[in-house]
């Protein structure tokens, strides 16, 4: 009798040992929430952030106030033509936009690294090798710019701060588009190259901003470019045939010069000259740091200056 009683508590007691281990693991709530942050990026992939990223590298320069300005701490960026701030300058260099230098980059030591979508994919093995989350942005229009606060607010930890700045853009957008009279534009949106032109669509900087407006790009519905989905092949004949009432240029080089190629090039074709908006002399360069390159956080002054261009009076 006492060795079945001693057995009965020696089960009873492997038993309870056995609970007892499972009570002793972090239930799966606990697990969830050592996660910092888990964010789709624009390329529909997940990225899970276990803590909160202090050595960030950013893969274009575009991204760097939008992170800046929520609380990110950026320790590496790309070279830049373009204006950069202050406080970006002496930061690492991790060599050009298009040509990313992985050793560079590596040295840095990043916690997380913010890549251009369509532009700098091809560093995702090399930082999945490292065990280097990468999160992959498109900032074009502006809901890409809205997407792309909100994420990276979660990367800071700081929602609130992107929430903020939201606001304030959405209010003064807001504004500039209640001032414009609403008119049904047509517009064309050209884009000037070394190899020649293009015509933007709506997924394009100026073809979005076109868009709040309520302005018709006469290139909706055009098939895009194989490696440029937000352009289109241009033809004159197409042009004229669209004959729009507004036409916008951008280009990446020096405005004087393309104004110069862009009036010679009207002067000696007969084509151009019968269009409505060159007749009415409403063709208007948009400048490349707003139009080319992401605004960013200057996505107001960009809606505005493409307003003011037709609209002066307005403003």
């Known amino acids: 009798m ?44 997940k990225v899970i952030l276990q803590q909160k990223p202090t050595r960030i590298v950013v893969t274009s320069a575009s991204f760097l106030e939008p992170l800046h300005a929520v609380g990110g701490v950026i320790v590496g960026r790309p070279d830049s033509k373009n204006k950069m701030p202050d406080w970006a300058k002496d930061l690492a260099s991790v060599g050009a936009v298009y040509q990313i230098d992985v050793e560079r980059l590596l040295n840095c030591a990043p916690d997380l690294v ?40 979660s990367i800071s930890g700081d929602t609130q701060a992107g929430e903020k700045i ?11 588009v209640e001032r414009v009279p609403k008119e049904k534009l047509r517009v064309a949106i050209l884009h000037s190259t070394a190899q020649g032109l293009t015509v933007q669509l709506d997924g394009s900087i100026a073809g979005s901003i076109a868009k709040m407006f309520g302005w018709e790009n006469v290139a909706s519905g055009m098939t895009p470019l194989e490696k440029n989905p937000d352009a289109a092949p ?82």
């Open 114 to 153: 913010i890549v251009n979508k369509g532009m700098n994919e091809k560093l995702l093995p090399v930082l999945e090798e490292n065990k280097i989350p990468a999160l992959i942005v498109e900032l074009k229009t502006y809901d890409d710019v809205k997407r792309g606060l909100k994420n990276f607010s």
């Open 2 to 45: 006492t060795k079945k009683i001693l057995s009965a508590i020696l089960i009873a007691g492997f038993l309870l040992t056995g609970c007892g281990t499972e009570k002793n693991s972090p239930p799966a709530e606990m697990e969830q929430a050592q996660v910092f942050a888990e964010i789709e990026d624009d390329a529909g992939r």
């Open 234 to 315: 241009y033809s004159m004949e197409t042009l004229a045939e669209q004959n729009p009432e507004i036409i916008f240029v951008t280009s990446m080089g020096d405005l004087d010069e393309i104004k110069s190629n862009m009036t010679r090039a009207i002067a000696e074709n007969a084509a151009w000259q019968a269009i409505g908006a060159v007749k009415d002399n409403r063709l208007y360069f948009l400048p490349q740091d707003l139009f080319l390159l992401s605004p960013g956080l200057r996505y107001p002054e960009a809606v505005k200056t493409m307003a003011q261009l037709i609209y002066s009076d307005k403003f």
């Open 166 to 176: 939201i606001a304030d853009m959405d209010a003064a957008i807001k504004a500039i």
